[in-house]
């Protein structure tokens, strides 16, 4: 069954630093999330992507976040300056249309230090 | 701003009994809800869902109630077994009101469910 894959599995980095957490939704897919984690709370929304565009952003999708599908079958997710309080789960997921449910990685554990 | 709460945080029954899990919603609009299964380690797996048109719907073991008068929703799963274990997620969104298709889901906190052997 396909599956959409998260790359690197666990990154951790030092406060101010630049990531990119790297996402391949599943192929046929056209609506693309980025969701997380921060431990013992709920999953929380960041933001949506279609036709290439964000569709809706979150509160905690401020400047210092960026989102990227390149390529057609990339989909990244850019923190440019981290804080401590970006230590999360970072989970992506895909949809294809109408009422089809999003499909989750197994997400990347971002470690700020 | 909790508009979807699950308020157990764990559950623990016996194989083959019936596990329920609640799940209460605060926002009006949403009219399109969704169970998930996340195991550790592992991103959320998609379980069942339904519809405000419908007050129930099932798929094998697993059942959806949906009371909108209440704006309650359960899941049931019999009969249970240890492989169940898991963290059940219950999600929202408001389909129709956000325009169909680019829909975003809400997210309760959660309810471990362990059942023993």
């Known amino acids: 069954e396909p599956e959409v894959t998260q790359t690197p599995s666990h990154q951790v980095t030092q406060m101010g630093q630049e990531v990119i957490l790297r996402c391949v939704p599943i192929s046929n897919h056209l609506y693309f999330y980025w969701y997380r984690q921060i431990l013992g709370q709920k999953v929380e929304f960041l933001v949506s992507f279609y036709n290439n565009e964000i569709s809706e952003k979150s509160e905690i999708f401020d400047d210092q976040f960026s989102v990227e599908r390149p390529d057609g079958s990339n989909f990244t997710l850019k923190i440019r300056s981290t804080k401590l309080e970006d230590s999360a789960m970072y989970f992506c997921?895909?949809?294809?249309?109408?009422?089809?449910?999003?499909?989750f990685g197994n997400g990347t554990r971002l470690t700020v230090t | 701003d909790q508009q979807v709460k699950q308020n157990s945080p764990s559950l623990s029954v016996q194989e083959g009994r019936i596990s329920i899990l609640n799940c209460d919603y605060t926002n009006s609009m949403f009219d399109y809800f969704l169970w998930y299964k996340k195991y550790p380690a592992e991103g959320p797996t998609f379980l069942i869902s339904i519809s405000s048109i419908k007050d129930k719907n099932e798929d094998g073991r697993f059942t959806v109630f949906l009371n909108k008068s209440a704006k309650h929703l359960s899941l049931h799963i019999v009969p249970s077994q240890p492989g169940d274990s898991a963290v059940y997620f219950c999600?929202?969104?408001?389909?129709?009101?956000?325009?169909?298709?680019?829909?975003?889901?809400?997210f309760g906190k959660g309810t471990l469910l362990t059942v023993n052997p």
């Open positions: 997921a895909s949809r294809l249309q109408g009422r089809s449910p999003l499909h």
């Open positions: 999600a929202a969104t408001d389909y129709h009101y956000s325009g169909g298709s680019n829909y975003k889901l809400t």
